[in-house]
C-alpha cells in the first residue's frame, strides 16, 4: 500500500493541526492504521493507532486528550487531529498501515513523513 501523509507544518503552542494520510493499493477498510513520529535525535515513536472500523482507538500517554485519530474508510484516508500543541510534539510524523484489522499489529508500510513545528 502506498500512504501520502500531509497537514504539517509551523503551529504556535496551544494550537491546532490537522494531519491526513491518503492511501492506496489495498483493500483501506480491512487494516488497521496509526501514526507516528520522530523528533530530532530521538527514536520514532508511537503516537496513535485506530482499528480497521474506526471502532477501536490507541493512544500513547503524552498525546492522551489532546490527540484523535480517525479514520473516512469510504476516501482511504486516516486523519490525526492535534489539538493543544506542545513544543515537544515538534517531529516528523508518519503514517503507517499494519498487516492486520486491529491494534497492536505489524507495519506493512510507511507514508513519507510531514514535520509539525510548534513554537513556544
Known amino acids: 500500500v502506498q500512504l501520502q501523509a500531509s497537514g504539517g507544518g509551523l503551529v504556535q503552542a496551544g494550537g491546532s493541526l490537522r494531519l491526513s494520510c491518503a492511501a492506496s493499493g489495498r483493500t483501506f477498510s480491512s487494516y488497521a492504521m496509526g501514526w507516528f513520529r520522530q523528533a530530532p535525535g530521538k527514536e520514532r515513536e508511537f503516537v496513535a493507532a485506530i482499528s480497521w472500523s474506526g471502532g477501536s482507538t490507541y493512544y500513547a500517554d503524552s498525546v492522551k486528550g489532546r490527540f484523535t485519530i480517525s479514520r473516512d474508510n469510504a476516501k482511504n484516508t486516516v486523519y490525526l487531529q492535534m489539538n493543544s500543541l506542545k513544543p515537544e510534539d515538534t517531529a516528523v510524523y508518519y503514517c503507517?498501515?499494519?498487516?492486520?484489522?486491529?491494534?497492536?499489529?505489524?507495519?506493512?508500510?510507511w507514508g513519507q513523513g510531514t514535520l509539525v513545528t510548534v513554537s513556544s
Open positions: 503507517a498501515a499494519t498487516y492486520g484489522s486491529s491494534w497492536p499489529e505489524r507495519i506493512g508500510s
